[in-house]
């Protein structure tokens, strides 16, 4: 089964842009379909962004026209590219995958969890 691992988060300003990096071991990603989700404290987890082994890519209205999910499968390897950043988009950032299709935003759809990268955004 696959195991996603995060990383790229860290301390940006304002206005500044991230690329968070989903790599995974024992699978595939490229068979998978693969969201990011996001977690501030005492918050629900949220869905950000996401993308079907069909092509298709979905985000949130939070990240639209700011955030772009991409996959590179030779490097097995899903990123989260967030530019414009806002102090509200502070929070952990989780990669997740499906093996099976099903509601894209819903955390229920997804199997499998990375441990999550921390992103937090100063004013």
């Known amino acids: 089964q696959v195991q996603p691992v995060e990383s790229g988060g860290g301390l940006v300003q304002a206005g500044g842009s991230l690329r968070l990096s989903c790599a995974a071991s024992?699978?595939?990603?490229?068979?998978?379909?693969i969201a990011w989700f996001r977690q501030a404290p005492g918050k629900e987890r949220d869905f950000v962004a996401g993308?079907?082994?069909?092509?298709?890519?979905y985000y949130a209205d939070s990240a639209k026209g700011r955030f772009s999910i991409s996959r590179d499968n030779a490097k097995n390897t899903v990123f989260l590219e967030m530019n414009r950043l806002k102090p509200e988009d502070t929070a952990v950032y989780y990669c997740a995958a499906a093996r099976w299709y099903g509601d894209y935003y819903d955390a229920r759809t997804y199997n499998y969890w990375g441990q999550g990268t921390q992103v937090t955004v100063s004013s």
């Open positions: 024992g699978g595939t990603l490229s068979t998978y379909q």
């Open positions: 993308t079907w082994n069909g092509g298709s890519r």
